[in-house]
Structure formats: C-alpha cells, structure tokens
C-alpha cells in the first residue's frame, strides 16, 4: 500500500514513519513538509519516497491510496478534508482539529466521501488500556461511577512562544495537546457514554512571563521564540463532566508549581478500582474473602504507535471501522470545546 506522509515533524519520525517502516504491507512514496529540508532530510534517512512541499502533489498523485497528516493543528481539518475528496484514506493526528466545528466539518466530508478517517488517539490501540477496558466490560469493578484524570507536569510547556503555546495554530494549550488523550482513554474504557454536562475553567499564568520563564528543558524547544512569539493558551484546567455513565473529573497542567509529575487515571467502582499510570501498567484494587487485595497485571507491552499503524493499514484494506473513527473521537473534540466555552463563560455547558 502506497503512503505518504505529510508533515515531517516530531510525531512523524517518532511514531508515524518507523511504524509504516517496520510494516511490510506499507510503502512510503511521499515525505511533505512545507520546510523543504524536514522532508529531504527524511528521504536520506529513511532511503525511501520524494520529497515535496506541496501537499497538493500528494493528493494528485493516483497511486496514493492513504497518508498521514502531522501537521499542526491549524491545518489538520483542511489538508484531511482535502485528502478524503480526492479518494485517500487518512490518518489525522490528535486532536481531530482546534475546535468542534472543525471536527464535524471533516465527519461531514468522510461520511459524504466514505473514505476512512482516523484520529490519533494512540491510547486505544494501547494494551494496558485494552485490558482495563475487558476489565470494565467484564464486570470486575462493578459500576464505574467516579474517573478521576491527572495530567500534571512541574513547568513543562512546549516551544514557549511557538505554535504550541500559539492559539491560532494549535487551538488550546495543555487541555487539547494532552487533556485529549486522558480523556479519550476514559471515554473508550467506560463505553463513549453519552455527555450531559461540562464545567472547566481554564488558566493562563506560568508562561505569560515568557522571557522570565524559569524550566529545566522544553520539549519542542526548536519551536521556541521567547522574545517574539506569542503565549495565550491555557498552560492548566480544571473540569467535571457528567455523563450517562461516570461522572469525569479532571486536572491538568503543563506547567505547575509542584515539583511532581501526576499523569495517571483513576477509575472508581462499587466493586473495586484502577489505576492507569499513563503510557504504563495499571494497579487493580479490590477485595477478596473479606480482605483488600491489590496486584498489578505483568504482561508485554506492544508499541501503541505501531499497533495503531497497523490496525489502520488493515482498516484501509478491509474496511473495518476502528475506535479511532472520527465517529468516536468526535465526542471528545465535543467535551473539550464545552470545557473551553464554559471557562470563557463561567458557567455549565448543558450538552443534553
């Protein structure tokens, strides 16, 4: 199957283009990047494709049947929107665009296309969270009330100044670049019930100061510009959703001034509990004989990456509809627009 890759970035030489590589049912004919040399560079590196600018080429090209789009967030709607109208299967990054709006016009153009489109929301091709899902629909901790989501860093905002902290470009801060994912993982394992209502507020604090901001290292520092860029994202969130499952409660930081990382999901049952430690194992707690119990599963973790690469090759081929299908994801592109319209409001989003 002939791919391209569009975007050239971090997400793409770390997850996206090895996976393709180590599939053998994938080939890559194409590395686009509108920096030139992103694209040039990973054409020397990886010994395969043409490298161009222009996505448009990509798209003219008849022999392309799918492509990934790691671009920015800015762009993600038009180029995958684009991509489906001219007959290719798409791989969007996360999240599916910068706001709710933008997410449905792209379900609209894949449900009037046909064509497949997937969001990256890694974490559902992830084992541990496969297996806290069985957990769950199996009854193992009874009914699910209560999930309590921590993504909480000490002063680690990306690319101070750049398209990260860049509101027009990637359409939030720390709730849309890592909220997304520990929200999705709770949809997915608790079933994708139905949303009733959101309340958040967002903060905009650390990073203002940004030539005085004060941090050990930046992840996406190239993308930095302290003296000229611009820093109006929200670096931490707070929020409560209540759906027709458990009720969601959330903290999230990029940036706090607590020297500890808190990234884990805490899923809370009558009959017992879990804890998720992000991109890890999990902690199961319950009773047993009238005594508490806890253990945590030993097993081998596949690369989620690559297990997503490969189920959306399958899908391609056969036409099965992933987790990852915009129709699910667009729940969660749901939740984190109400999270940003009711810290702008200040009150509850009513979602019915």
């Not at 050239?8 to 393709?20: F, K, L, Q, V």
């Not at 448009?56 to 392309?64: F, K, R, Y």
């Not at 027009?168 to 520990?182: E, K, P, Q, S, T």
Request: net charge negative.
């Amino acid at each position: 199957m002939k791919v391209a890759v569009i975007g050239c970035g971090t997400i793409a030489n770390t997850a996206h283009i090895p996976s393709y590589m180590n599939n053998p049912e994938a080939e890559i004919v194409y590395f686009c990047d509108i920096i030139p040399e992103r694209a040039q560079k990973a054409v020397a590196q990886y010994g395969c494709g043409r490298a161009v600018a222009d996505y448009h080429e990509v798209l003219n090209d008849p022999e392309v049947q799918a492509v990934s789009v790691c671009t920015p967030n800015n762009v993600h709607a038009q180029i995958a929107i684009d991509a489906l109208r001219a007959g290719k299967d798409v791989l969007c990054e996360k999240p599916a665009a910068r706001t709710y709006a933008e997410a449905l016009e792209m379900q609209k153009v894949q449900h009037e296309t046909g064509r497949v489109l997937n969001i990256g929301v890694v974490n559902r091709f992830n084992d541990s969270v496969n297996r806290i899902k069985e957990y769950i629909d199996g009854g193992k901790l009874g009914s699910v009330h209560h999930v309590y989501a921590s993504f909480r860093a000490h002063r680690s905002i990306p690319g101070l100044g750049g398209a990260f902290t860049t509101k027009a470009i990637a359409g939030g801060g720390a709730l849309i670049d890592w909220g997304v994912h520990y929200l999705d993982i709770v949809m997915y394992c608790c079933g994708d019930p139905k949303v009733k209502t959101v309340t958040g507020e967002t903060f905009c604090k650390l990073g203002c100061d940004m030539k005085g901001y004060a941090y050990v290292d930046m992840w996406a520092e190239q993308g930095s510009d302290k003296e000229n860029g611009t820093y109006d994202v929200d670096d931490s969130v707070t929020g409560m959703i209540r759906t027709e499952g458990p009720v969601i409660t959330l903290n999230g930081a990029w940036a706090q001034n607590i020297g500890e990382s808190e990234t884990y999901i805490d899923f809370m049952g009558d009959k017992g509990g879990i804890r998720l430690h992000y991109g890890s194992d999990f902690t199961l707690y319950t009773t047993e004989n009238g005594a508490l119990v806890e253990y945590t599963p030993k097993f081998k973790m596949r690369d989620h990456f690559q297990n997503e690469i490969d189920a959306f090759i399958d899908c391609v081929k056969t036409g099965k509809k992933l987790p990852s299908h915009i129709d699910t994801v667009i729940i969660t592109a749901e939740m984190m627009q109400a999270i940003y319209d009711s810290a702008e409001q200040h009150h509850e989003i009513d979602l019915g």
